[in-house]
């Protein structure tokens, strides 16, 4: 039989290292899902849901710094990867889409399920091209890769099904394309012009991020050097917090009191590979130096003295000799003091909470982060879970953590989950969902069934889509469309043929914990959560402020008023230490 242009991709892919293809199949790409067929040697992860498929890919993307691919039929096969593939390229990490399209002969004719994937999907790729005819591959497939390599983000080839199963033309070859390995540093005049501004600083602080991934020790220098705090943007959390004696914890709005505090009183602020969105966050006329391997990225959230392009690694590896060691410690023993204060009172408000019902999440999570394996990959929704997440879920250099930092997604914990666990088959994974965000993908619980993948799903039921409530609040808003009336989650994971369990009493938690994580298989823990909690920014802004009495004033007046009273009876606790 003649090789066709999509045994040419198979054979391109398995060259690079590609192990697995993340996808739903149908007509416009079976020529592809039939030459993996034939080749045999790469795993179909069959999921369902495309958004689940592109979510999947990013997560292994981000924990091997490798390409991962997933792939969808034409016109609404491919449309339902954009969600997920937003999140893979706002996350920077390397993602083919395969998006098949319909017969070339119909383009333009508004054929059934006809859409244009090159024009859709652009915003959310670096690489976005239509092959039109065999002789563009597999010269495009390795151009693709490569711009998702070397770019950091998502390509997409869009092929029309009758081209993948044309025979490959004459010649074509499986051109490995994997990652390369580069030393990325600023020039010594940039350096010398970042060593000046830093040695004439009487504080300095860092704020660090996903950029910092590899570069610990570097990291840890430059604090000791520079006698710096280091604040991070969530998306640092795992390269940065663990072995660091000069953690603050983090910034922003689901951060600590610490973070923002060390970044308000400096003299100088140093940013590590973060592009930390929250501007009212960062510090205001002093001089930032700022590091990153994207320049496009340097001084878009505030302004920046001295701009240094390359890796975070490199860059302080470089800088370091030219920095004379400050002598002054007393800007880092104050904010660290601050910090373990503050992280002493929410391990004492986890702690504290731990008989009460229905459950607190702060406690939930630091269960689950006491019971998780040493080197757990977690996953964890957007909404309240980040929260949770970010406070309770202790990194350790081994440990992994993925999430929707960037885009901000709802309903990313079970596939990035899926995704963690087709390429980490040994490593304990768990997921860490909201009602609403589970419920957002459920299906996806068919998924870790059906290609036997043992993610742990821990469930946060409070009913409710609390973060958005929390968010109304915060404006002054009369919380409103966030009811959720919920099926028995644990009765349904059962029904799919995972572990499941619900968790209504504090003394249930462990053991239930425990089981899950024991388990030989996919099992999911759903325990209710109390819905008002508050979480506040360690910067509560005037507008805040106001935002909640204003809350508090509607919510009475609309007769909410015991709403209120639960909300309060809830958070005291919390109020209090904040
Ligand atoms: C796809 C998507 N839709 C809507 C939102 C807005 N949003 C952010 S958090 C959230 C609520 C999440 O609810 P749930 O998963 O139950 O978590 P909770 O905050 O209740 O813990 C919503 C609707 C979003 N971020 N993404
Ligand atoms: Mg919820």
């Known amino acids: 039989m003649a090789t066709t242009v999509a045994d040419v991709m198979v054979a391109t892919l398995k060259a690079s290292g590609v192990r697995r293809v993340y996808g739903i199949p149908g007509d416009s790409l079976n020529g592809f899902t039939d030459a993996l067929r034939r080749d045999g040697t790469m795993a179909w992860e069959h999921v369902r849901h495309e958004e689940g498929a592109a979510f999947a890919a990013a997560a292994e993307a981000a924990l091997t710094r490798q390409l991962a691919v997933c792939a969808g039929s034409c016109g609404p096969g491919n449309l339902h990867l954009i969600n997920g593939l937003f999140d893979a390229n706002r996350s920077g990490v390397p993602v083919l889409a395969i ?100 040695n004439a600083a009487g504080t300095v602080t860092i704020l660090a991020g996903a950029g910092c991934a590899g570069a610990h020790d570097q990291l840890i220098a430059l604090a000791g050097t520079l006698q710096a705090p280091v604040v991070h943007a969530f998306g640092g959390k795992e390269f940065v917090e663990y072995d660091n004696p000069y953690d603050v914890g983090m910034t922003g709005l689901i951060g600590f009191g610490s973070g923002y ?211 109304m609040k915060a404006a002054g808003i009369v919380t409103y469309g966030t009811d959720l009336d919920n099926p028995d989650f644990a009765g349904m994971a059962r029904a799919a043929g995972l572990f499941g369990v619900r968790v209504d009493k504090a003394g249930d938690l462990e053991d239930a914990l425990r089981e899950a994580f024991a388990h030989d298989g996919a099992a999911l823990v759903e325990v209710a959560t109390a819905r008002y909690e508050l979480s506040l920014p360690p910067k509560l802004t005037y507008g805040e402020i106001k935002g909640f009495g204003l809350y508090a004033t509607r919510t009475i007046l609309s007769g909410g008023g015991e709403e209120l009273v639960e909300l309060t009876k809830t958070n005291l606790r919390e109020l209090e230490v904040e």
């Open 99 to 198: 998006a098949a399209q319909i017969p070339t002969v119909e383009i333009g004719g508004q054929y059934f399920q006809e859409t244009h994937p090159q024009d859709l999907f652009r915003e959310c790729s670096v690489y976005c091209e239509l092959v039109s005819i065999p002789d563009q591959l597999p010269r495009m497939l390795q151009m693709a890769m490569r711009a998702a390599l070397a770019r950091g983000g998502v390509a997409v080839l869009v092929v029309p099904g009758d081209v993948l199963l044309a025979d490959a033309p004459k010649g074509a070859e499986a051109v490995p394309i994997r990652a390369t390995a580069s030393v990325i540093r600023p020039d010594d005049g940039s350096l010398r012009a970042a060593a000046d501004v830093l």
């Open 261 to 471: 505090r060390a970044m308000e009183h400096c003299d100088a602020l140093v940013m590590l590979g973060t592009d930390f969105p929250y501007r009212p966050f960062l510090p205001e006329g002093v001089p930032v130096i700022q590091v990153d391997i994207r320049g496009e990225r340097i001084g878009r959230r505030v302004p920046v003295r001295v701009p240094l392009v390359g890796t975070v690694r490199d860059t302080v590896d470089a800088l370091l000799p030219l920095l004379t060691a400050k002598t002054d410690s007393r800007h880092l023993h104050r904010l660290t003091a601050h910090y373990r204060r503050a992280r002493a009172r929410l391990d004492k408000l986890a702690h504290d909470r731990r008989n009460d019902s229905p459950l607190h999440p702060q406690y939930v999570a630091a269960s689950v982060d006491r019971l998780a394996a040493d080197d757990a990959v977690f996953t964890f929704d957007v909404g309240t879970p980040s929260i949770w997440t970010a406070r309770y879920v202790r990194m350790n250099g081994s440990r992994r953590l993925i999430g929707s930092f960037n885009h901000g997604s709802m309903a990313n914990a079970l596939p990035h989950a899926i995704g963690a666990q087709a390429s980490h088959p040994g490593r304990q994974v768990i997921a860490l969902s909201g009602d609403g965000g589970i419920s957002m993908l459920l299906g996806e619980l068919i998924t870790l069934r059906q290609r036997h993948l043992p993610v742990k799903v821990v469930v946060f039921n409070n009913g409710a889509l609390g973060f958005v409530e929390l968010e």
